[in-house]
């Protein structure tokens, strides 16, 4: 069996549920999710529910049993390949590499796996499970969002503010909205800008790029819904966020334009695998 854990924002829990899928694909196994990071009084909201996601949740006892005290002795030892229930830590945030998953054994993932390379074999089947279950999204927006030549430009704030996030996530200045801008009017000169933000109102009253723009307001729309009006736009100018990132991997347009920032953390972590060969980095 495969288990993967969900944690994270939505953005997040893509990428891990697009691994898990891809991984029971491959190997013909069993798919379940730990979701004890979303229990209690101050957990996350778990995003995925909102699309035609498949969530099987691993029972309790048998998540315990990954860290019985055999199990931890085992895996001090470097032996935990003699446990049925084995756990396969991430050693590294991003980059690719090859899962050699043995399917008479349970073992429970945990990491962020955000590389496209994970996943790339079951991306259409990926993106019948990414549609919404239910919307509320209004005619007009619907509207708004699929005219001719429309881009989508995300202005993250919220938890990249914070003293720790921002030790990994970089707060993008406007230098880098104002040239992907001017690299989208070189490219698409009639565009028309929706600017998409989870502080809008801080948005409103000081984002300046050389264009005329319009704010998308996230009143009364769940994330998920936001992140499907963002991929319903012409083009995309993304934010080091792994939310935008998913709106310009589900926009169906053949002729899109993703610009993205070509520097995705403060640390220097290596994101080679992350931006798509077909979109820019400024």
Known sequence: MIVVKLQGGLGNQMFQYAFGVALAEEYHDELAFELGYFKGPSARNLGLTYFNTIISEIPQDSYNRFYTLKNRIL???????????????QNHFINYYKIDHKKNKIILYVGYWQSPINFQKVSQLLRQHFMLKNSSISLDDINLVSQAYTVSIHIRRGD?????????????????????VEKMQQLAPQSKYIVFSDDIEWVIDNFNIPVQWQPMSNQGYNEAEIMILMSKCSHQIIANSTFSWWAAWLNSNKHKVVIAPKNWFANGANDSDLILDTWIKI
């Open 75 to 89: 895996k001090k030892l470097n032996l935990y390949t003699l446990s049925r229930h084995i756990t396969h830590f």
């Open 160 to 180: 990249y503010l914070t003293a720790d996030n921002a030790k990994v996530h970089t707060n993008l200045s406007s230098e880098y909205y104002i040239k992907a």
